[in-house]
């Protein structure tokens, strides 16, 4: 069995969509599909794109092979063998724009595009949602957390608590592009080349019949780089005063304590004091980690109380994105093709937020001229040409029509970059250090208001006029 392969990493209904489009020779018909969420994640002000290295090497490595083929004639739709033969051959032969990783994004734009045909369009679907998700939620987490406190270290730590090996190592990667500066996970570290660190856990110190021997031994063992974990018995009666001794054993032998942990208590209270015994030691270059249940909103009350904590080690709260588990990205068909021509199509729902925009849409980042600073996204048709030739635009609100002005000293950034073409990677993918800068960059575009972890000020998407009259138009034929 090779728990590797991700071509099954799909819902029975896609496979069994292809098989009636095969059986009703339609499978070569082309479909337009978008992947975007309707709402921003723990009430922050933008989310962090993330997933598309993980679904650029799926779809690359699409193949059913002969155990996949076997498997899937032994359900009991009955595909026909000619269907199997033709799932032997299978290659994606579509197109695919995407955002980049990093990039900074909104409810309700696509965030990746798909034109194929309908057989190849519908299979992508479960495993696009599913890497684009969590990996988006998980990095936006990741951001927030780095917004509280912007000049600490941060250290991923969930693996243990993670819904399993996948999301523990997609998912310290999400929180490295998004401004974590480690992580625990060594398989991470060496997947992605992502930098590691550990400290020592309790089991550590209760191994030892002394806390200072087990503080010493590992210091010896780990003398460039030991962060000792002092709350085992008691963080400031014997922990810290048992780090300072070997702490300064250590300065005997020409060495230097990085680090000390605390892992339980108040860490407020217990950084404050650690902090006074270590500089009173004249120790003050040993840094203070914290863990324990960490997350952005206690993080932020320990800085509030003064705690002097430099690093950060956050597990369970990050790596489930415990505050809120899910995000509901959503796979929607756009627009099909008919007799050699693209038609958009609409679902509607009596939730207005569901109705579909029909037709493909590209988004444009507009940029003021004047600031640099981003000022909304545009959404429009692909064949409304290029936003970019600088003609005024009307930027237009479909929940706030009263909201439109026009726009003129603008730049507009293409946000959907081609990934694929005629099933061709074109997208030189860039290496996760240079995504990490890309994020930096991205941040630095936007108003401080639209960024704030609380209660943000609404970025808007507006949606080109022209894709707001087919949507009403199509709202209207559908109804009547
Ligand atoms: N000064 C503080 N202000 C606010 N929250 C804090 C403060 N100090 C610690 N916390 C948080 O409070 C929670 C305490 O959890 P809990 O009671 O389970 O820990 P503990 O009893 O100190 O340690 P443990 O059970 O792990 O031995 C943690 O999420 C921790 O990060
Ligand atoms: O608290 P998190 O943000 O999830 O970070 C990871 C936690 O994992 C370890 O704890 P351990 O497995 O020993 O559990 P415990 O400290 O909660 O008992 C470590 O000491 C952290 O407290
Ligand atoms: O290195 C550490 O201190 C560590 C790693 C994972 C989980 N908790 C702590």
Same mark, same amino acid.
């Given at each position: 069995m090779n728990y590797g392969d991700l071509t099954l990493h799909t819902d029975k209904y896609q496979i069994n969509m292809m098989y009636a489009h095969w059986r009703n020779g339609t499978?070569?018909? %082309?479909a337009a599909f978008e992947a975007y969420f309707r709402k921003l994640p723990f009430g922050n002000g933008f989310a962090v794109f993330a997933g598309l290295g993980r679904f650029v090497e799926y779809v690359r490595g699409l =193949?059913?092979?002969? +155990?996949?083929? =076997? *498997?899937?004639? @032994?359900? @009991? @739709?009955? *595909? &026909?063998s000619a269907f199997l033969d033709k799932l032997a051959g299978f290659r994606f032969t579509g197109d695919i724009w995407s955002m980049e990783e990093g990039a900074l994004v909104f409810a309700g734009e696509p965030l990746v595009r798909i034109e194929a045909e309908a057989f190849e369009a519908h299979l992508l679907e479960t495993a696009l949602l599913?890497? !684009?998700? *969590?990996?988006?939620? $998980?990095a936006t987490k990741a951001a927030r957390i780095r917004q509280v406190a912007p000049d600490d270290a941060l250290l991923e730590f969930g693996t243990r608590r993670a819904q399993e090996a996948d999301a523990a190592v997609w998912g310290a990667r999400a929180a490295y592009l998004a401004g974590f500066d480690a992580t625990s996970n060594l398989r991470a570290g060496h997947l992605f080349g992502i930098p590691t660190s550990g400290t020592h856990a309790h089991a550590w110190v209760q191994m030892h019949d002394s806390e200072e021997e087990a503080f010493r031994l590992y210091a010896q063992t780990f003398p460039l780089q030991v962060t000792l974990l002092v709350d085992t018995y008691d963080t400031l009666r014997s922990g810290v005063p048992n780090a300072i001794r070997v702490a300064k054993w250590m300065e005997d032998q020409g060495w230097r304590m990085q680090g000390i942990r605390l892992d339980s208590g108040d860490l407020a209270y217990l950084s404050k004091e650690a902090r006074a015994m270590l500089d009173q030691a004249g120790l003050e270059y040993v840094k203070i980690v914290a863990s324990n249940d960490l997350? &952005?909103? $206690?993080?932020?009350?320990?800085k509030a109380q003064g705690a002097r904590i430099d690093s950060w080690g956050i597990g369970t709260q990050l790596i489930t994105a415990a505050d809120q588990p899910a995000l509901g990205g959503v796979y929607k068909l756009v627009a099909k093709e008919r007799d050699? @021509?693209? +038609? #958009? /199509? $609409? %679902? $509607?729902?009596?939730? #207005?937020? %569901? /109705?579909t925009t029909p037709g493909a849409k590209d988004v444009y980042r507009i940029i003021d001229r004047g600031t640099g600073i981003a000022i909304a996204d545009y959404v429009a048709l692909t064949d409304e040409?290029? /936003? =970019?030739?600088? +003609? #005024? !635009? +009307?930027?237009?609100d479909p929940a706030h029509p009263y909201l439109n002005r026009t726009v003129s000293d603008y730049e507009a950034l293409p946000m959907l970059t081609p990934v694929f073409r005629r099933g061709e990677l074109v997208y030189g993918q860039p290496d996760l250090t240079a995504i990490r800068s890309g994020h930096r960059r991205q941040l630095a575009m936007f108003r401080r208001e639209h960024l704030r972890k609380l209660n943000p000020e609404h970025y808007p998407v507006y949606l080109s006029v022209k894709a707001w009259k087919q949507k009403t138009e199509l709202i209207r034929k559908r109804k009547t």
């Open positions: 499978d070569r018909q %082309k =193949r059913f092979d002969d +155990e996949t083929l =076997r *498997y899937l004639a @032994e359900q @009991e @739709e009955g *595909y &026909e599913n890497f !684009i998700n *969590y990996q988006t939620l $998980i997350d &952005e909103n $206690i993080m932020l009350d320990l050699g @021509e693209w +038609e #958009p /199509v $609409i %679902k $509607i729902s009596g939730n #207005p937020e %569901k /109705v040409g290029d /936003v =970019r030739s600088g +003609e #005024p !635009i +009307e930027l237009f």
